[in-house]
Nanobody
Framework: VRLVESGGGSVQAGGSLRLSCTVS????????VGWFRQAPGKEREFVAV????????YYADSVKGRFTISRDNAKNAVYLQMNSLKPEDTAVYYC?????????????????WGQGTQVTVSS
């Protein structure tokens, strides 16, 4: 399984970015996909996850109401729309595949990871 993130960049506080994650190598519609982020000197933290049928999006409290996760099974893609960005959102963002839909808020529950894309929010 190969995951490729894109859409990162630099933005001022209050701005928006849309991250994309393209997945290849398995039946995309059969598993959940999550987004995590890691800031310098900090552990990787859960951001959002979406189930295979798009019926169960779940968000970290820190991004709830500002970020939206979605998926397009026809394009083998998952998106993270990030609005009202804050400097504390600055991190490398990773998408990851959760084959069994277990431990969805825990990085250890994920089976495959992308290389990450940098998001920088300036005040």
């Amino acid at each position: 399984v190969r995951l490729v993130e894109s859409g990162g960049g630099s933005v001022q506080a209050g701005g928006s970015l849309r991250l994309s994650c393209t997945v290849s190598g398995r039946t995309f519609s059969s598993y959940g996909v999550g987004w995590f982020r890691q800031a310098p000197g900090k552990e990787r933290e859960f951001v959002a996850v979406i189930s295979r049928g798009s019926t169960i999006p779940y968000y970290a409290d820190s991004v709830k109401g500002r970020f939206t996760i979605s998926r397009d099974n026809a394009k083998n893609a998952v998106y993270l729309q990030m609005n009202s960005l804050k400097p504390e959102d600055t991190a490398v963002y990773y998408c990851a595949v959760n084959l069994a839909w277990v431990r969805v808020v825990d990085a250890h529950g994920y089976d495959y990871w992308g290389q990450g894309t940098q998001v920088t929010v300036s005040s």
